[in-house]
């Protein structure tokens, strides 16, 4: 009994033995590697920045570079899973034998291209919809026209300007008018004055056309009322009009 319980244990202490040694083996050819490479995609062979590499086995990922580049440390015989968005995904297996400690590959994604069936959109149910919409439409600029219009009115335009005041620059060219065109001008002081009240001249040929009887006739009243007033203001402007 005593020599069956030690054949047992002898078996058993074998077997472990070979088990030890059989998982130093394996871990000595599952060495840590560096898988490096560049993430190409379209028909140009573009760079894919920011694509996805993701490993199942170790349960870890990364994402590539600007340039499309990446590195990733891996064991011999793992999957790697890259993807990209409007790319089909691509697996790759990295070789069992490698002696190196690094591996280089560039990887090509091809395009996921997807054709989606024609879609009709209509902005309105029924044609007459449609036509009435489309009659009563207005502009983006709708307001500044109806603007341009008021403002360019004639009849705005005259209104503005008889009620518009005069600035400092026409009633300073008004003032120099007065002064040397008017009836107190300098220089109609020196000759005969325009003031008819105090003209010795107009008081000849006043008293001369009433001594003929010129005042009398209709032809000299309509003459007269058809004489305009001095004091004619923007008030009857805006009256005539």
């Known amino acids: 009994m005593n020599k069956l319980v030690a054949l047992l244990l002898s ?60 590195a990733v440390p891996v064991f011999p015989g793992d999957s790697i899973i890259f993807s990209y968005v409007g790319f089909k995904t691509q697996y790759y297996v990295i070789p069992r034998r490698l002696t190196d ?30 036509k009435d919409a489309f009659v009563n439409l207005k502009l983006p600029d709708q307001m500044e026209r109806d603007n341009l219009a008021r403002n360019l009115d004639p009849a705005a335009i005259m209104r503005q300007a008889a009620t518009m005041p005069m600035g400092a620059a026409v009633n300073s060219r008004n003032f120099i008018n007065n002064q040397f065109y008017g009836r107190e001008s300098i220089t109609g002081r020196s000759g005969v004055t325009t003031f008819s009240f105090t003209n ?12 003929k009887g010129d005042f009398k006739t209709k032809e000299w009243r309509s003459e007269l009322n058809k004489a305009p007033r001095e004091n004619f203001t923007r008030k009857d402007i805006l009256k005539e009009n």
């Open 11 to 70: 078996v058993a202490f074998l077997m472990l033995l070979s088990g030890v040694f059989s998982d130093t083996r394996a871990q000595g050819q599952d060495r840590q590697i560096t898988f490096t490479g560049f993430i190409t995609g379209g028909k140009m062979s573009e760079p894919l920045p920011g694509a996805y590499i993701f490993i199942p086995k170790a349960g870890r990922g990364t994402l590539s570079a600007t340039n499309g580049y990446f």
């Open 101 to 130: 400690l690094t591996f280089s590959a560039v990887v090509a994604l091809q395009e996921d291209v997807t054709t989606l069936a024609e879609v009709k959109v209509y902005p309105y149910a029924t044609e007459e919809l449609f």
């Open 200 to 211: 010795p001249f107009a008081w000849a040929n006043f008293i001369r056309s009433v001594k």
